[in-house]
């Protein structure tokens, strides 16, 4: 092929592990179900004593947790469309719909934030005389009810911290924040029924709103930036260009991109310069299993170069062209 010989190589480690991310698509459309069914049951139970009662502080939680229903409900669709296999039109899969969910999820919690927000300031100049009781034990429930559904959202497959993924992650710190969240409404029913506090009721509405936009705020962040194909958090490029470097044979890296591909997967893709050696195959296989091991990406499509091509820059990590598709991405095929 003259001054410019090039190869193709894909992670093949995905033809071994294909089993077991179906495995683990079914226990997470199973999580979400579970997660969401719960918090439905729960969120119809408070809103309904939080009317009864007219507690802003359980009718804030129970309109958090709906919140949260919705959300898992988007995550629960994302990872059932997540299993939907790779074809024609859609190489990868829909693995991505698991980044898209979160941004919705993320949108609906601020606007509950800024609802919440409101409505416990205008009740600060009169606080309504709350029965104490029904709240501290609603919201005990509250908190048994989260955090047994986080216990089913959690990540059980270890790894590393970056290859998680975001979609559950989200759920599951959702989750946990409910769970804080009930734990001050008993706090403030306590305060209530000891003290005669009313001010405690507007006052953890307040606190609902505060800790919902904080987490949203992250979320809609890592979410975005997911979307718009950035370096997953936990991954530094620097260091993968540098590995990648110092790789036997290599003079030179570059059209280096790493990305989410959703549901767990770190995608990269670059080319190496790497003259004069033919052992390709059991280098890509090596450097592979390096990559995945040393740092999550689990799905790399690496190119071998003989020879440095005229215009390319080594240090380049702008887009150039398109992304490389395939028709099977665990084949490269």
Known sequence: MGAREHA??????H??????HSHGFATGTRAFAIATLINLAYTALEAGYGFYTDSLALLSDALHNFGDVLGLALAWGAATMAKRPPSGRHTYGWRRATLLSPL?????LVGFSGALGWEAVRRFADPPQIPALPVIIVAA??????LGAAWFMRDGHGGHSHGQDLNRRGAFLHLMADAAVSLAAVLAGIGMLMFDWRWLDPATAVLVAVVVAFGASRLLRDAFE???????RGIDQDEVQAFLSGQPGVQAVHHLHIWSLGAGEIALTAHLVRPGLEDHDTFIDTV??????????NHPTLQIEHAQACGHDQHDRAPHGSRPQSGDPHTGL
């Open 226 to 232: 997911a979307a718009m194909d950035a370096v997953p």
């Open 288 to 297: 592979v299993r390096a990559l995945n091991d040393r740092f999550g990406i």
């Open 141 to 146: 429930i509250g908190i048994a009810v989260n």
């Open 8 to 13: 193709h190589g894909h992670a093949h480690v």
């Open 104 to 108: 919705g999820n993320a949108l609906l």
């Open 15 to 20: 033809g071994q592990q294909e089993h077991g």
